[in-house]
Each structure stands twice: as structure tokens, then as C-alpha cells.
């Protein structure tokens, strides 16, 4: 079965020669054709099927380009989530062949050690210059370690590399041996720039609160600068402000999409609030920053439907964000009092 497309092509080589009326040359010679002709059928086609071809087609597939449209994660539990990959693949379009589908790791590509955080099924595909691949697949999370640097790197950094690599083969139209190719590809991913631009505004206080009862409260809005959307569920930070840890902040039902659209209300208990109010009389909170001040926020749990990710949880502990906060503002639109800056030092 193998061998008939090497006739196909064999064929066309003897009869050229024939249509040119060589009549009595042909036959004298018709041993020399038979050796051309047995050394074309043994060595070149051969050479070419076995070597030529899958030199170009895994050529063709390196050539080709994986563009990274979106990713996004839900049903996010603690060993498991659902993973939707939405990419393009464009090529030149002139070899026509098809790729078999495959299972294909995924790993940051600055890292030396390349340990696959996460395994991608991509579905078959061809040749055609251009070609939507979404793939939607339940994704186990086999290496915690490595898929929690995966969210570190994608939460701290401005872009980062991530390569997609799988063996696969190659169906070229016309040839029935099916090639053994590598799809590998690599991709500059936009990460998250540790959520840089985060606001907090429309902050409330209540200062009759009971301790350990949520006495602050507000709206933060959260730039998502990379194309990765997720589920987290309950998230909460430890609120700290200059070096003291002075409570915790919640936000609830988080899911972080791509753009300027994740507004979400946030609540917080502070332990200490005549620390705070105590820091916006002094100066310079007081006259140069006009009663702002700046808090920190740093990841202390992630829990969605009562399990807890700590692959987002870990990862968001590794960083601070600062959020500047109006505690003048606030006061005032609460208690109606109006700070200014206290005389002594
Ligand atoms: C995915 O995680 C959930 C919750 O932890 C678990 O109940 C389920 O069995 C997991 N699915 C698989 C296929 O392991
Ligand atoms: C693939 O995903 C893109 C969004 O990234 C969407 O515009 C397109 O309609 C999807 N195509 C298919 C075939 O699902
Ligand atoms: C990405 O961020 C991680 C964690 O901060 C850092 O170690 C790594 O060097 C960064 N990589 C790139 C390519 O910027
Ligand atoms: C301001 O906060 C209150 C609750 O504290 C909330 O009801 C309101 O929707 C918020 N407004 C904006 C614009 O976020
Ligand atoms: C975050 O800020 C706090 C308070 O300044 C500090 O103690 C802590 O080391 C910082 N953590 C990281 C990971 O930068
Ligand atoms: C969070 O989602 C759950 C279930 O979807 C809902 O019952 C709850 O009211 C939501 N909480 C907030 C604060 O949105
Ligand atoms: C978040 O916590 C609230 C209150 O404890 C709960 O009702 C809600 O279901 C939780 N949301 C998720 C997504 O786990
Ligand atoms: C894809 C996308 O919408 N990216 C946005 C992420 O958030 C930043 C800042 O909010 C925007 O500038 C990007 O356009």
C-alpha cells in the first residue's frame, strides 16, 4: 500500500522521454533507462518520501504560528478546573496535509528545568492559512508546584514565554505514510503586571462596629492587563498599612476577565482604625497627600465552593499591591467629620 504513490511518479519519468520520438535510441539504450529507472524507484523516492517530506513538513509546522487569543479557567477546584484555549494557527497554506490530533505540555520557557504545568488535547487540524483552534478540555493539575510558578509568573510579570510542545504526525495530501513531526511553539504571553492600577474608591467606615466584625468597606476595580480570565471564588489579603499588618480585606465571587471590567465590592476588617485615622492627621498624609494613604494588599487565602485553590492562593502571597485610599474622604462621607493635620509631631 505503501508503494503506490512512488509509481504514480515513476510513470511520468519514462514517458518523457518517449513523446520526444527517440525510437531507435530508446531501444538501444532501454538498459540504461531501466538502471535511471531502478535507481529513482530505490533511492531518490525513497529519499524523498523518508527524508525530503518529513523535513518539510516538520519545516511547514515551525514555520507556522501559534497566536494566543484567550484562555480562561473555570469550575476552578483544588486539583482540577476547566481550561477554554482559544488560538490561531496561521501558515503559508502550500503544502496540503493534515495533523493528526495530539496531547501537547505546556511550560514557561524561561525556566530551565521546562516542567509542564498543564497538558493541552488540540483537535485536528490542516494546513490552511489560517485556522481557529478553541479547545475547551477538564484539565487535571498533575505538578502543583509548577502550575503555582505558572500563576506567579503570569500575576508578577509584564509578559513571559510559555511554549506548547507535542509529538504528533503529518498526513501530506497524496502520500499515505503519515510523518512523525513535533508541534512546538513558543508564545509571549501578557501577564498581569501584580494587578498594578488596582483602585479602591466609594470607601465607607463604620468605627461602631464590633471587633473582628467587617468595619470598612468599598469598591475596587481591577485591571487585568493579560488574555487569561478565571474563576478564584473568595478571595482575602492581609491588609497592611506602611509596615503593620492591620487586617483583612474580602472579596467575594472574584472572577478576573481580561480589560477594565472586574468591579467588585469589597469589605474589610481593621483591627486598629485610630491607627489608620491617627496616620491621615500626620504629617505628610495630612497636607501632602490630603489624607490618602498607602495600603497593601497581599493574597492570604483563595477558597471557590468551599475548596481551596491554593495554586492562586500561593501565588498571590508572593506580592504586595498598593492601593492608595482617601481616609479623609472616607471619614467624612461616614461620620461627616473632616480630618485636618494635628499640631504636634
Ligand atoms: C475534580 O475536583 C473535584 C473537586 O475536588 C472532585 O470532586 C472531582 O472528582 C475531580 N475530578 C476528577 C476527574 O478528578
Ligand atoms: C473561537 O474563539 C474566538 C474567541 O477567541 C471566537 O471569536 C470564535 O467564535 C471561536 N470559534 C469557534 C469555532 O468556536
Ligand atoms: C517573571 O516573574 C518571576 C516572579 O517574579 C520572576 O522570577 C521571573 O524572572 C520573571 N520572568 C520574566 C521572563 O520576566
Ligand atoms: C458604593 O458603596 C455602596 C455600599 O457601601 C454600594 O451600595 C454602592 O453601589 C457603591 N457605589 C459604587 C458606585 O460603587
Ligand atoms: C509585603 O509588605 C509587608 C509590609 O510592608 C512586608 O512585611 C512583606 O514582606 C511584603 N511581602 C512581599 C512578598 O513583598
Ligand atoms: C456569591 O455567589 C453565591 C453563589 O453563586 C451567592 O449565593 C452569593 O450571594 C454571592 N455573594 C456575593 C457577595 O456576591
Ligand atoms: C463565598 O462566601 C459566601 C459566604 O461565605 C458564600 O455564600 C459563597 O458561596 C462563597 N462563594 C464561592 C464562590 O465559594
Ligand atoms: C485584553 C484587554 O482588555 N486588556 C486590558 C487589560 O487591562 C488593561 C488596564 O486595565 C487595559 O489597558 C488592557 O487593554
Not at 8 to 19: A, S
Not at 252 to 269: C, E, F, H, I, Q
Request: proline share 4%; glycine share 6%; charged share 20%.
Amino acid at each position: 500500500m505503501d508503494n503506490k504513490p512512488e509509481y504514480t511518479q515513476t510513470e511520468n519519468v519514462v514517458e518523457k522521454p518517449r513523446k520526444r520520438g527517440c525510437a531507435g535510441h530508446c531501444l538501444k539504450f532501454w538498459w540504461a533507462y531501466l538502471i535511471a529507472l531502478i535507481v529513482i524507484v530505490v533511492i531518490v523516492v525513497p529519499v524523498i518520501l523518508l527524508v525530503a517530506v518529513p523535513k518539510i513538513a516538520q519545516d511547514k509546522l515551525d514555520h507556522a504560528e501559534l497566536i494566543l487569543d484567550s484562555i480562561k479557567m473555570t469550575n476552578s477546584r483544588a486539583h482540577n478546573f476547566t481550561m477554554s484555549i482559544n488560538t490561531e494557527i496561521k501558515s503559508d497554506g502550500k503544502v496540503k496535509a493534515r495533523i493528526e490530533p495530539f496531547e501537547g505540555v505546556m511550560y514557561l520557557e524561561d525556566l530551565p528545568e521546562h516542567r509542564p504545568f498543564a497538558k493541552v488535547h488540540f483537535p485536528e487540524t490542516n494546513s490552511e492559512k489560517s485556522q481557529i483552534v478553541n479547545v475547551t478540555q477538564f484539565t487535571m493539575i498533575d505538578d502543583m508546584e509548577a502550575f503555582t510558578t505558572f500563576n506567579t509568573w503570569l500575576l508578577h510579570n509584564e509578559t513571559f514565554r510559555v511554549t506548547v510542545e507535542g509529538p504528533t504526525k503529518v498526513h501530506v495530501k497524496g502520500i499515505a505514510k503519515a510523518y512523525g513531526v513535533t508541534f512546538k511553539k513558543t508564545i509571549e504571553m501578557p501577564g498581569l503586571r501584580m494587578l498594578d492600577g488596582t483602585i479602591v474608591s466609594n470607601t465607607t467606615v463604620n468605627s461602631f462596629a464590633k471587633k473582628g466584625v467587617n468595619n470598612f468597606f468599598g469598591t475596587v476595580q481591577i485591571p487585568n492587563y493579560s488574555k487569561v480570565a478565571f474563576e478564584l471564588g473568595n478571595a482575602t489579603f492581609h491588609n497592611y498599612l506602611l509596615d503593620k499588618e492591620i487586617g483583612t480585606v474580602y472579596l467575594d465571587n472574584l472572577s478576573l476577565k481580561p480589560g477594565n471590567d472586574n468591579v467588585y465590592p469589597m469589605r474589610a476588617t481593621i483591627d486598629d482604625l485610630g491607627y489608620v485615622t491617627g496616620l491621615a492627621v500626620q504629617k505628610p498624609y495630612c497636607d501632602k497627600f490630603k489624607g490618602v494613604l498607602p495600603f497593601k494588599l497581599r493574597g492570604k487565602s483563595v477558597v471557590n465552593n468551599g475548596e481551596s485553590l491554593s495554586y492562586i492562593a500561593d501565588a498571590l502571597a508572593t506580592g504586595n499591591q498598593t492601593v492608595q485610599i482617601d481616609i479623609r474622604g472616607t471619614v467624612e462621607r461616614s461620620m461627616g467629620i473632616t480630618l485636618g493635620c494635628t499640631d504636634d509631631e
